[in-house]
């Protein structure tokens, strides 16, 4: 019997590792092909496209030389460090009072605030309305906040990061209460030091959010000096007036293919280096404000 369990262990495992393979092979090889785009030289596109491998002393830079020495490309990099970073801060400063409230069991009429939290996930008021009260009654055209206060609290994050409030024992919030702690004193010096994986952890949905965003800035921004970077990678993306975005002449060095390529993964790549310094509380911390008791 042991034996027959071992090897349906063992098939499970191997059935696992196959699909787990075949995940990596749909994500690495997509990957890979927009690397060798935005390193192809343009006489080697030329001449017969985009080659699936070559050596590195063939790969050629033009693309990001052209990319990162453009004005439009720093100052739309500023705005976006601005639009995650202020984002991100006010998200979590909005989002943690809210969460602890909500998981504080005593709370008057904390069913029917959650509820109503809930509801605005199920039903949203739609685009118009939403349109109407930014950019008309609060006048945030032209404005990062229009980008930034609509989306600061999330319904899911602020559930996620109840939950793990929920999961720190009473105890010690209760003993913090007898030493003479108020409630602002036992969030700020209890609950906030224990909370470092969820802090962490919705604090890069938050940025991974503001970072890619790109639709509510097409709508609120019309100063060209203020859009973010996504807005111009999607702009370089459809070929919409790529001469407005790229020096792109007789004497280019990259094709408009490597260009495409090489903003693709000059967006990507900030939220791919903040990742490895968080990935430890990652999972810690979307497992613990995830689980009910």
């Known amino acids: 019997m042991s034996r027959l369990s071992s090897r349906n262990e063992r098939g499970f495992q191997l059935l696992v590792n196959g699909f787990l393979l075949i995940v990596l092979l749909v994500i690495v090889i997509p990957l890979w092909r927009v690397i060798m785009t935005s390193l192809t030289p343009l006489d080697v596109y030329m001449r017969g496209g985009v080659p699936f491998f070559q050596w590195p002393w063939e790969w050629s830079w033009g693309a990001y030389q052209q990319m990162l020495t453009h004005p439009s490309f ?54 118009i309305p939403v349109y109407l009260l930014v950019a008309k009654t609060l006048g945030w055209t032209d404005s990062f906040l229009a980008i930034i206060v609509p989306p600061a609290v999330g319904v899911t994050n602020t559930l996620v990061m109840m939950r793990f409030f929920e999961g720190i024992p009473e105890e010690i919030k209760e003993a913090a209460r007898i030493d003479g702690a108020n409630d ?98 990652f999972t810690k911390g979307t497992l613990l404000g995830g689980v009910k008791e």
């Not at 984002?87 to 602890?100: K, Q």
Request: aromatic share 10%; hydrophobic share 50%.
């Open 74 to 127: 720093p100052r739309a990099t500023l705005n976006s460090v601005i639009i995650t970073i202020s984002g991100t801060a006010l998200s979590l400063c909005l989002t943690v009072p809210l969460s602890y409230a909500l998981s504080t069991r005593t709370l008057p009429g904390r069913r029917v605030i959650t509820a109503l939290i809930l509801f605005t996930f199920l039903f949203h008021v739609g685009l």
């Open 184 to 281: 602002i004193q036992v969030l700020t010096r209890i609950i906030l030091p224990l909370s470092k994986p969820i802090l962490l952890t919705i604090g890069l949905f938050y940025a991974v959010h503001y970072w890619n965003e790109f639709f509510t800035p097409m709508l609120y921004l019309n100063d060209q000096n203020l859009l973010p970077l996504p807005v111009l990678l999607r702009n370089i993306l459809i070929g919409a007036n790529l001469s407005e975005y790229v020096e792109y002449d007789l004497s280019r060095v990259a094709s408009i293919e490597s260009l495409k390529a090489a903003a693709v993964l000059l967006t990507m790549l900030p939220m791919v280096a903040v990742y490895p310094w968080i990935q430890r509380h």
